[in-house]
């Protein structure tokens, strides 16, 4: 299997910016057992404000949504800013399954969770 992203294209891709002290971070690829660790990983490196852009997420299983859960409850706990960004039902059912697409701040645009949490 390839590693650090040589050979076959990597199925998971993460960036980050800063915007108004906020950490942005961009998400693409599948978010699956596979990748959980990259993405666990990257995640603990973030700020405490965070911005999950997932626009770019072309599947997301339980697992994943658990870490993006446990990310949404430590930001709370700290009082921090936390905003989900370009989550589509058609990669991120299980969002919606298990209920935590009406509790999560989820919004449309980046634009729209700064306006809402900056």
Same mark, same amino acid.
């Given at each position: 299997m390839p590693e650090n992203g040589e050979g076959s294209v990597a199925a998971l891709?993460?960036?980050?910016?800063t915007v108004n002290e906020i950490t942005v971070v961009k998400?693409? =690829? %599948?978010?699956?057992?596979?990748?959980r660790e990259q993405f666990a990983d990257y995640l603990s490196l973030s700020g405490p404000d965070l911005i999950l852009d997932l626009a770019g997420v072309t599947f997301m299983d339980s697992r994943a949504l658990g870490l993006i859960v446990h990310q949404w409850?430590?930001?709370?706990?700290?009082?921090?800013?936390?905003?989900?960004? =370009? %989550?589509?039902?058609?990669?991120?059912?299980v969002?919606?399954?298990?209920?935590?697409?009406?509790?999560?701040?989820l919004y449309d645009?980046?634009?729209d969770a700064l306006a809402a949490i900056g």
């Open positions: 891709s993460l960036t980050s910016s998400v693409d =690829g %599948v978010l699956d057992a596979t990748t409850q430590t930001s709370l706990a700290a009082s921090s800013r936390f905003a989900l960004v =370009g %989550v589509e039902y058609s990669k991120s059912k969002m919606w399954i298990t209920g935590l697409a009406q509790r999560l701040p645009t980046l634009d």
